[in-house]
């Protein structure tokens, strides 16, 4: 259990470390030490199993499906790393005590780097691929925010999103790889995985596997080409350049290299790609490192450079080399860590990282100075320190590479080359910072020594650099067998660890780059000048120019596609059916089916070429907005009168009542709108829209023509059989309506009454300025209400009501019903409203059209609801017949307060719908105000 | 309450109720009850819409009058379906129609006679509703039309309505 | 029959697509009604065609398939409220863009941020 | 002979219609094309009723109702947009 | 069904028809506007009135009973037919529909 | 018959009737009763839940009438899962909209409920022509909640939508048309008996009518080339609206898992996956497109708008592979995108409200009020809407991407999804960092105060990328079970078998 406790605790303490906020600095960098502490207590039982060559494994199930288990492992390789960040991680606490400002907010900082680190730890610890993925793309999240930290500066923001950009994509060709490989060998568990290295290995998907996974390796490590976010993230504040970016997070990738150095390497593509790529970030980051005016540049290169080296090591693929390689790893994070933080305090003390302007540092803050100066040491490879040793076995394992011929000097020079660059930039970053003259124009002055504490932590790690450097098998020695150990996979070769072998080549070498270091140092002025000649590229630039460009070639491409034009859109969706709906079509072939054709009737003839007309006239005509509408009324009576040929009288009806009230509702709108469209289509799109249209509607005609004349049954034939004795009624079509699929009625009035209020609300605050006349230019007439007409219209409605309610009540029996009685009723009204205006009439309508609505669609859920109480399913109509003295026989049925509810609702939605738009008349009583809301 | 249980308009309310009983497929005891139902609900819904009560005083005229307009639709329809047919141009002519008529309604019934009647159609009432203006599709001369209007249909409104 | 009832069909749609791609509301929202009647028709057509065989019990011998009919008069009222809707979204928008365009005013075409609207207070 | 009689009508009837159909697409003016229209409604009735007396069946009768009623508050729509603009205000 | 039935049926159809059809000639043929609103207000109504009466004798004489929808259809378009003409006729006179060559007499527009 | 059924349905139509009559009662009353609405809801949508996890199809026959005759509601594991996550959408939305954002209009209550009542029934219903009349009432009510508030901005968009969605409402008629007029029958059910035995010009007709179906839900879910009416429309909405516009595409994917799995899935004879070859290369066009209108995008709304789509494309890929393992994993990223994406459109708003005149926009504007929280908020649902660990977001793409395991196939699926992620990742961070990092000198006057009702709702959306990771073990069987549910057409077709409730119960 203490694995995953090691993992989470670090996530439990930044939830719990701003709770401390209130307590001061101190007690928050206490608060977030702690869970640091209760980890390495926890960490300490393991060792003896380590030790022994033992591995601790925790296993818990998560998410089976994805082959995510919560497993956690502590071998050597994830101890190593995890003490590295543990410890290093304390002491970035207490460094960033000091450090930040008080100003700043150091609870998010604690917070975020507890975050980082518990993501650290999980990648380490990780026994399963995807678990480690997603500590991995966390701790890229974190470097983001963390890089950002300094929101208002431009560079930081910059630097953020650039790597989280290259170290999130990167962690995208993980995920790939990951999910490859556990496809390969059925398992993420890394257990499974390593055993599975030769399968891996001749699996065709090999290298793509390896492509995959080193992307992700690289680009979290810096290696070339990708090494250029990690100078920008220097941007950062210290303690996460010092933590993040030097000894942990860039250490993933190579860590990733190590864990999967059973699984992957010891092939001839792992050779190359990981040795030449980390061959050439060395010298790139050596060489760049020298030319970093930047104290935290100068840093960051030479971070590239050794991942460079550690990645070489790697990708040498011998034994030895990645025994060294583990080792390096652990000197570099020890001497680089110090080093940034006392580049950090120097930044502090002096306000700047210039190297040209910080200059004889040695007098302000000498203690500082030497802690700097042991550290660089050991960087440079200065025997008796931890980085000489490594790179020895570094440059041991370049000269036991068997390449062909003459390619086997390479490997040697080019480290000989990267450790004359090491020095160089060793010394300088010594002498130009603590000699070199005086401070140039300082914007602190003069500088002090840190506070005491913020020192210690630089004192720890330049203590432990001297040991390792002079008792190598006693202070790292075990630790080194056992990460070796767990990295080959229990196979380590011979070493021996010493802090001097004795005269040999690899010896002559560091004196070779210890001259030639100092050699280049003395003549960097050159160095510069010849620099100089070059221009210099700022991947920032570069970056945020691509991003830019990116953004703004995705932005045309979009305003491109999605251009607002409803034309286009509307063309695309029909286009679409056509287009899937031509190939199962054309497999029709003959389009008549078996039940051919009948004859016409001369009428019906007729009566479908004026429709036919109309149509094409209403297209043709559509200019003449008020023509068009009376076409469109032709259409629509043909219509109904073709329901009425065809043997549908409730459709007839209801076309003809939905005919008129469109047609009102469209003057209403035509009011305002201009009374002619203008010409804007050029005449090849109309041509291109009329292909269109008869396409579709070829379409159209062919597909009826081959559903009307062949042959079919349907499911109808239970409601002609239970109409009568199950539904109480003779109009099928109506049973069908308020009993049988009694729920898409209730439905539609659903819509019907959305619609209307949606209509209401929509117009609530609409404001629009009428035309003074009609097209034409007559100015509209004052006589508003004719007489004639008022004396007809009045009569009417009592009449219409009369003739509703008996469409209402035969509806169950023969044509009519709700529906088409709320129409008649709604058409008498309509009718009130035109002849005697809207006022005259809403003082005489004794309801609200909302309440009619909501009492509608009320009555239609009692009926059906009705039911319930019986234990019924919703909507289970019953009717009786009931005789009553006098009155006589009547049928009564639920279905009939159904359809009350439908009448009561058409009524309502209807009028509610019209009366808003007639209230935009200005003539009307109530003038809306201008957008009110 | 109680006065909600009358008939406003009992003239209505009796249509209505007769209606009624002419849509139910025969008079029986359903519709009978039905049909006071809505001879007593309708106008208590629609009273509002009628300000002012109509004010035909013999209402007993009417049937005679009907009968009367009807026999000149028919005889005068097939004048008009002649004209029609024949190739001679039509002589026409907007004629303005002093009324002596003042009630609206009345106003009303004579100018929807005299649009039923062939050969005239009434146009437009003035906005102080003391003239019709007609158009006449064959007419010799404004006066005979004026003349026949006054005599064939105004005369016997006046005599029922005032 | 089935031939001119198909034509039928065949020309309400093509005058209600070729409508429906106009670039003014007025014909977009004629165009969907001309569509939705052939698509009326079409559904309706769909228990295919019967001469006086209305499916009201007792009063023929043979019925036509009732359940077409009972779903095209849903439609028809669908339909309805759709284009109220369709045509009362056209005047808002020809109030709020003084223009019945149906790309909204073409001179002054807004980027694709959202134009400031109008807050309680805060805004500007 | 009622037959003959009853097509004879449907014949006259749809021709009637037609021809309002011309006066409806020739106009020349809007006035003219809703007559044409109210005309048109006015057959649609005859159609209809012809329709139930040669099915037999009152079924539609209705219908004819209807159009009746729809047919003249369309063209009163119709007449006041044209002289108001605003049909109901 | 009774001869005299057949017979009036026959008849007042065929009146009907024709009526209508005249109407529709009217509208087609006649010069103006306002002459053409002649038509539909008399000959159409009536031509529709007598076949709806042929209607009623039609299902009357079958046994169905009379017919109150036909009757309330033809006096339904009795009452309106001069409302449509006389708004349709203001419509014209607004919008200045021109009255045809020799017409005696001015429309007014108020 | 298992009355709870109707709940869903029944719940939020009173409620909506209450609303309506409720008009001009006092705006605190409206709320309280609308709340308790959605609230009422969600435990009915739960119980479901709970009801449906034993694996039983459950019918409700509207009036009692045996299916394939009258309109059936049928309860499974995808439909009760749709109803949860839309209830709990819902629920937040409508908390975040008492922040004021209700005000303006007296029906946006009852437009919000008839909204959810429209979505309801197309989860639950088993009828062809009854999900075409879902679909009207969800669209007829999503109209009119598009239009809501103030602003001329809206407009346009919102007529391209509705304009469109009519054609679609067209088709969609015309297919059921199509679908009808061979087989005779509605129920989706009894579709599924008939189907495999039809041939010839049966077949054809038939086909060409399904294809037509796949195009309105297509246009629904908003597929390439289909899909740009959406952007606008979606980011010109009122917050809690466009948040539960986030369910709304969603409805189309569920019809077509729903439609195409039933009766076109595998055992559909000739016309098995039916259209399933057009829908895989389109998915992943519209991935494509999300990602790239992602990353032209100028403000936040118009970002999420675009995440819309990317999860569109990103669902449908596998749905259209039709694998078990896809579909399940379709369906956990499902209930992770549409949350996420529901959050980030309030979080959006919130961010407008705070910023002045820069609004949403992804410009620097003056140091916005609240700052920590809102970026914390954006934080969870960028990460999670991303796909990056370790929000849900990324666990769903993980088995998406398991899923598909060999063939072409995967080459372009993974390439497509990956390559897509990190552009999204690019777009996340550069209109975070310009939001929330980078200021401009200057002050916002007087920024309206963030109530409680709007931060929780926003937090508790992108939270719940927090929660499916806690759950993701049990979610991720009851996806599991839900795909191999819906791969078992034996047991959806004997529903027809159910027997009524009976006289003398």
């Known amino acids: 259990m203490s694995l995953p406790l090691v993992v989470m605790l670090p996530f439990l303490g930044a939830i719990a470390a701003p709770l401390f906020a209130q307590g001061g600095r101190t007690a928050i960098a206490i608060a977030s030490s702690v869970p ?70 150091i609870a998010k900082f604690y917070a975020l780097l507890l975050c980082f680190k518990g993501a650290m730890l999980g990648i380490v610890m990780s026994s399963n691929l995807l678990l480690m993925l997603i500590f991995w793309e966390l701790t890229s999240l974190v470097s983001f925010l963390l890089i950002g930290f300094w929101t208002h500066k431009q560079d930081a923001r910059r630097g953020a999103r650039m790597a989280l950009a290259v170290t999130g994509g990167g962690g995208l060709a993980l995920l790939a790889g990951i999910l490859i490989i556990g496809n390969i060998v059925g398992s993420f568990e890394l257990d499974d995985v390593l055993a599975a290295g030769d399968q891996i290995k001749a699996h065709a998907m090999y290298p793509v596997v390896l492509t995959l996974v080193l992307l992700g390796a690289f680009t979290k490590s810096a290696q070339f080409p990708f090494h250029f976010w990690l100078p920008h993230a220097m941007q950062a504040p210290t303690p996460v350049s010092a933590y993040l970016h030097s000894a942990t997070m860039v250490k993933a990738g190579i860590f990733l290299m190590a864990r999967l ?51 070489l090591l790697f990708g040498m693929g011998t034994k030895l080399a990645a025994v060294a390689a583990v080792f390096h790893v652990i000197n570099h994070a020890t001497f680089k860590a110090s080093l940034f933080m006392a580049a950090g305090i120097i930044d502090h003390e002096t306000g700047t990282r210039d190297m040209r302007r910080i200059n004889g540092l040695w007098r302000y803050m000498p203690h500082t100075a030497t802690l700097a100066m042991v550290a660089a040491s050991s960087m440079a490879g200065v025997p008796l320190l931890n980085g000489f040793l490594s790179k020895e076995m570094f440059f041991a394992e370049s000269l036991d590479l068997n390449l062909p011929g003459l390619w086997a000097w390479l490997p040697p020079i080019i480290a000989t080359l990267a450790g004359i660059f090491s020095v160089a930039y060793s010394v300088r970053f010594v002498h130009d910072v603590f000699f070199n003259g005086k401070p140039v124009d300082l914007p602190v002055f003069p500088p002090h020594e840190p506070p005491r504490y913020m020192k210690i932590p630089v004192e720890i790690l330049v203590f432990a650099c001297v040991m390792v450097g002079i008792f190598p098998a006693i202070s790292v020695g075990p630790l080194l067998f056992a990460a070796a150990s767990a990295t080959l996979g229990g196979d380590v070769p011979d070493y021996h660890l010493t802090f001097a072998h004795g005269l040999n080549l690899p010896l002559l070498m560091s004196f070779v780059a210890f001259f030639g270091g100092l050699l280049m140092y003395s003549q960097r002025q050159r160095f510069f000048d010849f620099h100089a000649r070059f221009k210099e590229i700022d991947e920032k630039a570069v970056f945020e120019a691509a991003v830019a460009r990116v953004t703004e070639a995705a932005n045309r491409l979009t305003a491109r596609l999605e251009n607002g034009s409803l034309q286009r859109y509307a063309m695309l969706l029909v286009l679409s059916v056509i287009v899937i709906a031509a190939a199962p079509l054309a497999n029709l072939g003959l389009f008549i089916g078996a039940n051919g054709l009948t004859p016409v009737d001369a009428p019906t003839g007729i009566a479908v070429a004026v429709l036919i007309i109309a149509a094409i006239m209403t297209a043709v005509m559509h200019r003449e907005r008020f023509y068009a509408l009376v076409l469109l009324s032709v259409v629509g009576l043909i219509v109904a009168l073709g329901f009425a040929r065809f043997s549908a009288p409730d459709l007839a009806m209801t076309q003809l009542s939905v005919e008129v009230v469109t047609i009102v509702l469209l003057m209403l709108a035509l009011y305002y709108m201009p009374s002619w469209t203008p010409i804007e289509s050029s005449s090849g799109r109309r041509l291109r829209d009329l292909l269109i249209a008869l396409v579709a509607g070829g379409g159209m005609t062919l597909i009826t023509l081959a559903m009307l004349t062949r042959p079919f049954s349907s499911i109808s034939d239970f409601f002609l059989a239970n109409s009568k004795p199950e539904g109480g009624g003779t109009n099928v079509v109506n049973v069908i309506l308020v009993d049988f699929r009694g729920f898409d009625t209730l439905g539609e009035i659903t819509v019907l009454a959305i619609a209307a209020l949606g209509i209401y609300a929509m117009l609530k605050n609409t404001a629009l300025t009428p035309p003074p006349g009609d097209g034409q230019g007559h100015p509209w007439t004052r006589d508003t209400h004719p007489m004639m007409l008022r004396q007809i219209a009045r009569p009417m409605l009592p009449l219409a009501l009369m003739v509703s309610v008996y469409i209402f009540l035969r509806g169950h029996n023969l044509p009519g019903g709700g529906f088409i009685a709320g129409l008649v009723t709604s058409v008498a009204l309509i009718l009130q409203y035109v002849a005697s205006g809207m006022d005259w009439t809403e003082d005489r309508i004794p309801f609200k059209y909302h309440n009619m609505i909501g009492l509608g669609l009320l009555f239609a859920v009692i009926a059906g609801a009705g039911s319930l109480a019986f234990s019924y399913p919703f909507l289970t109509s019953t009717f009786g017949h009931i005789h009553w003295p006098f009155v006589g026989e009547f049928e009564l049925a639920s279905a009939m307060i159904f359809d009350l509810g439908v009448y009561l609702t058409v009524i309502g939605a209807t009028l509610l719908a019209l009366v808003s738009i007639g209230r935009l008349s200005p003539h009307s009583a109530i003038k809306p105000g201008p957008e009110a809301n | 309450m109680l006065d909600r249980l009358t008939f406003p308009q009992p003239w209505l309310s009796l249509s209505l109720f007769l209606i009624w009983q002419f849509l139910s497929e025969g008079v029986s005891g359903g519709s009978v009850v039905l049909g006071l139902v809505l001879a007593w609900a309708i106008p208590q819904l629609t009273q509002g819409f009628w300000p002012e009560r109509p004010s035909l005083l013999k209402w007993w005229r009417m049937p005679g009058y009907l009968v009367h307009v009807l026999r000149d639709i028919v005889v005068a329809s097939f004048e008009v379906a002649a004209l029609i047919l024949s190739a001679r141009r039509p002589r026409s002519a907007f004629v303005v129609y002093p009324l002596e008529l003042t009630d609206p309604l009345a106003i009303t019934v004579l100018a929807g006679t005299i649009s039923l009647t062939p050969g005239t159609v009434t146009v437009d009432v003035s906005d102080d509703h003391k003239s019709l203006l007609i158009h006449a599709l064959d007419a010799e001369s404004d006066e005979e039309v004026i003349h026949s209007i006054r005599n064939r249909y105004e005369r016997r409104l006046l005599e029922m309505f005032e | 029959m089935e031939l001119v009832f198909a034509l039928a069909i065949g020309t309400l749609t093509a005058s209600g697509v070729y409508l429906l791609l106009r670039a003014r509301t007025f014909p977009v929202v004629v165009g969907l009604t001309l569509l939705s009647y052939g698509v009326n028709l079409f559904l309706f057509s769909t228990g295919r065609l019967a001469t006086g065989a209305q499916p009201i019990i007792g009063s023929t011998e043979s019925y036509t398939d009732p359940l077409p009919q009972a779903l095209v008069l849903t439609a028809i009222v669908i339909g309805f409220a759709m284009t109220a809707f369709v045509v009362v979204l056209s005047l808002r928008s020809l109030a709020d863009h003084d223009d019945d365009h149906v790309n909204g005013d073409q001179s002054s075409s807004e980027p694709d941020s959202a134009a400031p609207e109008k807050r309680e207070g805060h805004d500007q | 002979m009622m037959i003959v009689a009853l097509y004879l009508t449907i014949a006259m009837v749809t021709l009637a219609a037609l021809l309002n159909v011309y006066r409806l697409i020739k106009g020349p003016n809007a006035t003219d094309r809703v007559l044409a229209l109210d005309t048109l409604y006015i057959n649609a009735i005859a159609l209809i009723i012809l329709l139930s007396v040669t099915l037999g069946t009152r079924m539609y009768l209705e219908a004819a109702l209807l159009i009746a009623v729809m047919g003249f508050v369309g063209t009163v729509a119709m007449a006041k947009y044209l002289k108001r603009g605003s049909v109901i205000e | 069904m009774h001869p005299v039935a057949e017979y009036a049926i026959s008849a007042l159809l065929l009146i009907g028809g024709a009526f209508t059809l005249v109407g529709a000639i009217g509208l087609a043929r006649l010069p103006d506007f306002f002459s053409r609103l002649h038509g539909p207000t008399k000959a159409t109504t009536l031509g529709v009135g007598a076949i709806m009466l042929s209607s009623v004798i039609y299902f009357s004489a079958s046994g169905e009973g009379i017919g109150v929808s036909e009757i309330l259809v033809t006096v339904f378009l009795f009452i309106t037919a001069p409302v449509s003409a006389n708004i349709l006729a203001k419509a014209a006179m607004h919008i200045d529909v021109p009255p045809a060559e020799g017409t005696r007499g001015n429309p007014w527009d108020q | 018959m298992n009355q709870w059924l109707i709940a869903p349905i029944l719940i939020p139509l009173l409620g909506g009737i209450l609303q309506v009559f409720m008009g001009y009662a006092p705006i605190s009353l409206r709320r309280t009763l609308a709340l308790a609405t959605t609230v009422l809801l969600l435990v009915a949508t739960i119980v479901l839940l709970l009801l449906a996890n034993d694996g039983q199809y459950r019918l409700y026959a509207f009036g009692n009438w045996q299916p394939p005759f009258g309109i059936v509601l049928v309860l499974d594991r995808l439909a009760a899962l749709m109803l949860v996550l839309t209830a709990v959408l819902a629920l937040f939305c409508h908390l975040f909209s008492l922040g004021g954002y209700d005000e303006g209009n007296r029906q946006f209550h009852g437009l919000f409920l008839f909204q959810l009542m429209g979505l309801n029934i197309a989860f639950l219903t088993g009828d062809l022509f009854n999900l075409f009349v879902a679909f009207e009432v969800l669209l007829i009510a999503s109209y009119g909640l598009l239009m809501h508030g103030g602003g001329t901005a809206r407009t346009i968009p919102g007529l391209h939508y509705v304009v469109l969605n009519l054609v679609g409402s067209a088709l969609f008629l015309i297919s059921v048309g199509m679908i009808y007029s061979v087989t005779g029958t509605l129920n989706m059910a009894d579709l599924a008996l008939r189907i495999p035995d039809l041939q010839g010009a049966d077949l054809e007709l038939v086909k060409a009518g399904g294809l037509m179906l796949l195009v309105v839900f297509g246009l629904k879910a908003a597929v390439l080339p289909l899909s740009f009416w959406l952007p606008k429309a979606y980011a010109r909405a009122s917050a809690p609206v466009a948040a539960l516009f986030a369910v709304m595409t969603k409805v189309g994917i569920y019809a077509i898992l729903r439609v195409y799995l039933l009766v076109f899935g595998n055992h559909a004879g000739p016309l098995a996956n039916l259209g399933m070859d057009w829908l895989f290369p389109l998915a992943l066009v519209t991935l494509a497109m999300g990602v790239i209108g992602a990353l032209g995008a100028q403000s936040l709304k118009t970002l999420v708008a675009w995440q819309v789509v990317i999860s569109v494309g990103t669902l449908l890929a596998p749905i259209a592979l039709g694998s078990n393992a896809g579909i399940s994993a379709a369906l956990f990223y499902l209930l992770s995108t549409t949350w996420t994406v529901g959050g980030l459109f309030l979080l959006s708003e919130l961010v407008a409200s705070q910023r002045g005149s820069a609004g949403d926009r992804i410009v620097t504007a003056p140091p916005m009020q609240n700052r920590t929280l809102l970026s914390v908020f954006f934080l969870v649902g960028a990460v999670a809407a991303a796909g990056l660990p370790p929000l849900s977001g990324f666990f769903s793409k993980v088995l998406i991407l398991q899923s598909v395991t060999s063939g072409s196939e995967m080459a372009w699926l993974w390439g497509i999804l990956l390559v897509g992620s990190f552009f999204t990742v690019i777009a996340y961070s550069r209109a975070g960092s310009i939001v929330f990092w980078r200021t401009v000198g200057g002050h916002i006057e007087d920024p309206p105060r963030l109530g409680g009702e709007v931060r929780a709702a926003t937090g508790a959306l992108v939270a719940l990328s927090v929660i499916i990771v806690a759950f993701a073990g049990p979610i991720n069987e009851y996806t599991d079970a839900t795909a191999a549910q819906l791969q078992d057409r034996q047991g959806y077709v004997q529903i027809l078998q159910t027997p009524m409730v009976q006289e003398d119960n």
């Open chain 1, 261 to 311: 150095y059973p699984a992957l390497a010891g092939t001839e593509q792992w050779f190359y790609m990981v040795s030449f790529t980390g061959m050439a970030t060395l010298l790139l980051g050596a060489y760049t490192a020298m030319l970093k005016h930047d104290l935290k540049g100068l840093l960051a290169y030479s971070t590239v450079s050794h991942l460079g080296l550690i990645t």
């Open chain 1, 36 to 105: 640091a502490l209760i980890a390495l207590a926890a960490l300490y039982p393991q060792w003896q199993v380590l030790a022994d060559g033992g591995v601790v494994l925790f296993h818990q199930p998560w998410l089976p499906a994805l082959g995510l288990s919560l497993s956690f492992r502590l071998d050597g390789l994830s101890l190593l790393f995890a003490l590295l960040i543990l410890i290093i991680g304390l002491l970035i606490i207490l460094y960033s005590r000091y450090y930040l400002k008080p100003k700043e907010n």
